[in-house]
């Protein structure tokens, strides 16, 4: 680390925080013996999404929070709770370590969040993202869930 006053390349660290984004720290100067701050960040890794038309384009979590926002809209769900499942979707993402994901994998992770969290919430976002034809599939979907998962806590079940 250069001193930004003398160019030195040698300094101390002082003192050291973490931050919400990183670390800062407090340097002194071997050379000169001044002080100044230096930040240290996670430098953020570039997710990119493949299109159904295999365009390529930037991970971007506010497209992706407000498609799940969308299905979870009038549902008695906390804000914290649709913030935190497009905050695991991300990590998911990123712990894959790859540079693309398909579409398609990022919508079945949210489809398998929202399927623990909210019953019509998975409907909703389901028929959009599977792009239902008809009501026959949107049938077909509801009868799925309904043989293979109980309601979320404190949810009515669908009738049959």
Do not use: W
């Not at 250069?2 to 670390?23: F, H, W």
């Not at 389901?126 to 077909?140: E, G, H, M, N, P």
């Not at 309904?146 to 009738?159: E, F, K, N, S, Y």
Request: aromatic share 6%; net charge neutral; proline share 4%.
């Amino acid at each position: 680390m250069k001193c930004p006053y003398c160019n030195c390349d040698e300094s101390r660290v002082v003192d050291s925080r973490d931050t919400t984004d990183g670390v800062r720290r407090r340097r002194e100067c071997v050379g000169c013996q001044e002080r100044f701050t230096t930040y240290e960040r996670l430098q953020p890794v570039n997710l990119y999404v493949v299109k159904k038309d295999l365009r390529q384009e930037e991970f971007n979590k506010e497209k992706l929070l407000t498609g799940i926002r969308k299905a979870c809209e009038k549902r008695p769900l906390a804000a914290e709770a649709v913030e935190k499942l497009a905050d695991d979707v991300e990590s998911g993402l990123v712990h894959m370590g790859k540079a693309s994901i398909p579409t398609s994998l990022i919508g079945d992770m949210v489809m398998l969040h929202l399927k623990k969290l909210d019953n019509i919430a998975y409907i909703r976002f389901a028929s959009v993202y599977r792009d239902f034809a008809d009501i026959t599939d949107l049938k077909q979907e509801v009868d799925t869930l309904l043989g293979h998962h109980a309601p979320p806590d404190g949810q009515l079940t669908l009738p049959s």
